[in-house]
């Protein structure tokens, strides 16, 4: 799988993603479904992890959806994720359908912008 490290992101198809709210598992599947798909600032074997001290996590990559590496396997969450996304509105529609692949997505909110968007989805198991 290629990352940032392999060759540099499109800078007009770059989606910053935010999960926060949900266990390190479902992080995990939600931020492996993404590299499955696309390209990633993160490397392939970065996975969440909780911080220590009870604190809430947030965990973050940007994905350059404009090449697909691959459709993700359907994921298994143990509860509903949000997830954030933000960037130029077809590259997050892209990264939307790339999640789709894995889990049940439900556009819960969006806020636009000239030339961005930011989407919050709602990821389910399908």
């Given at each position: 799988m290629?990352?940032?490290?392999?060759?540099p992101?499109?800078?007009?198809a770059q989606?910053?993603?935010?999960?926060?709210?949900?266990?390190?598992e479902?992080a995990r599947?939600?931020?492996?479904?993404?590299?499955?798909?696309?390209?990633?600032?993160?490397?392939?074997?970065?996975?969440?992890?909780?911080?220590?001290g009870?604190h809430p996590?947030?965990?973050?990559?940007?994905f350059d959806?404009?090449?697909t590496?691959?459709?993700?396997?359907?994921?298994?969450?143990?509860?509903?994720?949000?997830?954030?996304?933000?960037?130029?509105?077809?590259?997050?529609?892209?990264?939307?359908?790339g999640?789709a692949?894995?889990?049940?997505v439900?556009?819960?909110?969006?806020?636009?912008?000239?030339?961005?968007?930011?989407?919050?989805?709602?990821l389910d198991?399908?």
């Amino acid at each position: 799988m290629s990352t940032a490290q392999d060759q540099p992101l499109d800078p007009s198809a770059q989606v910053a993603v935010v999960l926060d709210g949900c266990d390190q598992e479902d992080a995990r599947a939600v931020l492996a479904a993404l590299q499955a798909s696309f390209p990633s600032d993160r490397a392939e074997d970065d996975r969440p992890e909780e911080t220590e001290g009870g604190h809430p996590t947030v965990w973050t990559a940007t994905f350059d959806v404009s090449r697909t590496l691959g459709l993700a396997d359907p994921g298994r969450l143990s509860a509903p994720v949000t997830v954030t996304a933000q960037g130029g509105y077809r590259a997050v529609d892209r990264l939307r359908e790339g999640l789709a692949e894995a889990f049940a997505v439900r556009v819960v909110g969006t806020a636009a912008g000239d030339q961005e968007q930011e989407a919050k989805l709602r990821l389910d198991n399908q």
